[in-house]
């Protein structure tokens, strides 16, 4: 797509109106005059002096509407009066800056170059690098066998006249313009002294990212820290892994460093927290208890509040789940908060009890859940107006209640529909699905269509609470992407509005190959996804659910369809990645999004190869990890290009993938 200055296309709007007018169209002096002011405020908007061609002749045909102009007839004018206009003496400028460069590195048209021999003391070297990668990025210099070479005459001035005609007025102006860097020259380019850009930076590694930060920090290049700085606290907080002593000296230098980095950079580099320090961090303990499977993070809360001073105790129970209170034994809390905490204690553990019961039909379970109810009841008799951080009788009937109803639908002769939903709503998510779980496999199969039925009034309730719904057919875009609003630009510009120009895109979703890993340590993770992507049914083409088996599920899907497949997946065995992407590549959708932790425990190929013989025949590929995940796999595949996403919880994880349909 070509780019034109603005001011050129101003100049040229004269010219375009008596083009149309020839046409038979009346345009006036008002409606010129309207298109001035529209585009400079575009300029004004971006920070930019450059519009696509695209842009420029949907803008004019909107302010031209009114006079029966076309989109289509503007753009033909457009490219006829802006064809030669101020090209030539552009190119002529590129080309001597071109030639400049050339004679500061002591290079000619079609000889070998090396940036490692530039002759020069320090100062002068430093000058004749920037020309150098300066030359390299604008394609005067290539990379060929045997080493660096500049192109030939025929060449430069074809690079020349093709920088001209994309509105660039020199060389520096294209450098600064172009993100695309290849990582491999990413230190290179910086140490020449050319500014990197956030979305240059975000393509490098995160090995070469730090590495740049750290030669920023003994250059002195305090612009390039605090670009690197931005981009290495981007990546911590939305959970990659970098290693901790450099990421935290960068962001240290650069003044960014915050607790919450601190915090990320200890549980991606840790995946668990370490209870052996003297004071552990309260906060530090709620933020990997989200990220942990439940019963660890069920003994990691016990083995916490055992050992915490009072205060302390009372701030870790007022942020974590009551549900994860079933390992709680003994606390140094004392009188009547002690009491509420073994009344929790024992609450928690009915609902546990209750559920194993509808998982395993152990009659047995039923009992002990009774029995912890009993005793929750005889702990809270006493307790009204006892509180440790929100959480109090009312917290301990809540939960009991929620036992209670477990054990009346697994025993009842037939669930009530309403009834069911409206007690499984009273619980978290994957609660509620576990629980109809159980009941699906261990129930009567009568009941199959009533459990379908409730888990996809669950799952709709439950996206609702967690603020998802189907996208709208348009949103309002941040940026100069998508098409004009003129009817809300008008308004901004009567509004005197500094910002006028208003954008929309329209939303669709993308049809995606779904693959979940269901071994026993994903079930979290595989139940909230999966969930949760009921809302985007009708876009998936294919469900893959692999363990040391497979099992695919072809579209079209509805919700129905979607809870009938929750209910009867098997969350157990070992994990083959590899003929998990291979079942989801045989698709017709061009996207693939792979949720698993990528431990390859069935020796049947690499997972690695399976992704690049899927991309290579067009996919894309996403996948989603846990926290506690294969390392090396992951690295292998960042390596290769492919989409790593770092879940700190299963919710998290499932929004990850509503993005997937949606971007």
Do not use: C
């Amino acid at each position: 797509m070509r780019l034109f200055n603005i001011e050129d296309l101003i100049e040229a709007l004269p010219e375009i109106a008596a083009r149309l007018r020839s046409s038979g169209h009346s345009i006036g002096t008002s409606q010129l005059v309207e298109a001035a002011r529209i585009l400079e405020s575009y300029a004004g908007l971006r920070g930019q002096h450059r519009i696509e061609e695209g842009e420029a002749a949907f803008i004019l045909a909107s302010v031209l509407s009114s006079r029966g102009v076309t989109e289509h007839e503007v753009q033909a004018v457009l490219k006829e009066a802006m064809a030669r206009r101020g090209l030539r003496e552009r190119a002529e400028r590129i080309l001597i800056d071109i030639e400049e460069r050339l004679k500061a590195i002591n290079a000619r048209p079609g000889a070998r170059v090396s940036r490692r021999k530039l002759p020069g003391g320090k100062r002068e070297r430093r000058t004749k690098v920037k020309a150098y990668m300066e030359l390299k990025r604008i394609g005067v210099i290539e990379s060929r066998e045997g080493g660096d070479r500049v192109v030939d005459q025929a060449s430069i001035r074809r690079i020349a006249w093709t920088l001209a005609r994309n509105g660039y007025e020199g060389v520096e102006d294209a450098v600064r313009s172009s993100h695309d860097i290849p990582a491999s020259q990413a230190m290179a380019v910086a140490e020449a002294g050319i500014e990197l850009t956030g979305e240059a930076l975000s393509r490098i590694d995160g090995w070469r990212l730090l590495k740049l930060g750290e030669a920023s920090i003994r250059k002195g290049n305090r612009r390039m820290l605090k670009a690197v700085a931005e981009e290495v606290s981007k990546r911590i907080l939305s959970g990659h892994r970098l290693e901790p002593g450099a990421a935290r000296r960068i962001l240290d230098r650069a003044g960014l460093l915050t607790p919450d980095h601190d915090k990320m950079l200890y549980m991606t580099s840790h995946g668990r927290l370490d209870l052996g320090e003297e004071d552990p961090d309260i906060d530090t303990i709620i933020e990997a208890v989200r990220g942990m499977d439940q019963d660890e993070a069920a003994m990691l809360i016990a083995r916490a509040l055992k050992r915490l001073e009072p205060e302390k105790a009372r701030s870790l129970l007022s942020g974590v789940d009551p549900y994860l209170l079933w390992e709680v034994k003994k606390t140094r809390l004392g009188g009547v908060e002690a009491r509420l905490v073994r009344a929790l204690g024992d609450a928690a553990r009915a609902v546990r009890e209750a559920m194993l019961y509808t998982e395993t039909g152990n009659p047995g379970r039923a009992d002990m859940a009774r029995d912890y109810i009993d005793r929750a009841r005889m702990e809270a008799e006493d307790l009204e107006g006892v509180s440790i951080g929100g959480l109090g009788r009312s917290s301990v009937e809540e939960l009991v209640t929620v036992a209670e109803a477990i054990l009346s639908m697994a025993s009842a002769d037939s669930p009530a529909p309403g009834e069911l939903s409206r007690l499984l709503s009273m619980m978290d998510f994957e609660k509620a699905v576990k629980v109809l779980r159980g009941l699906y496999r261990s129930g009567d199969p009568r009941w199959r269509g009533i459990l379908e039925w409730a888990l996809e009034r669950i799952i709709y309730m439950a996206s609702s609470r967690e603020g998802l719904r189907p996208l709208p057919k348009w949103r309002l875009s941040g940026s100069s992407r998508g098409r004009l609003d003129l009817r809300r630009s008008i308004y901004r510009r009567v509004r005197a509005s500094p910002d006028p120009l208003v954008y929309r895109v329209r939303k669709r979703s993308n049809l995606v190959s779904l693959a979940l890993d269901t071994s026993g340590s994903m079930q979290s993770y595989s139940i909230w996804a999966l969930g949760m992507a009921a809302i985007f049914a009708r876009s998936m083409d294919k469900i893959v659910l692999f363990s040391h088996t497979v099992e695919e599920y072809r579209g079209p899907f509805g919700r129905r369809d979607i809870a009938r497949i929750l209910l009867s997946a098997r969350f157990q065995g070992y994990t083959d990645v590899y003929n998990g992407i291979n079942a989801a590549s045989d698709t017709r959708a061009k996207r693939i999004v792979v949720i698993s932790d990528l431990t390859q425990t069935v020796d049947s190929g690499d997972p690695l190869e399976a992704s690049l013989r899927a991309s290579r025949a067009g996919k894309k590929l996403i996948f989603i990890v846990p926290l506690r995940h294969d390392e090396d796999l992951r690295s292998s595949l960042e390596r290769a290009g492919f989409t790593v996403t770092l879940a700190h919880t299963p919710r998290h994880a499932a929004r990850q993938v509503l993005r997937a349909f949606s971007r």
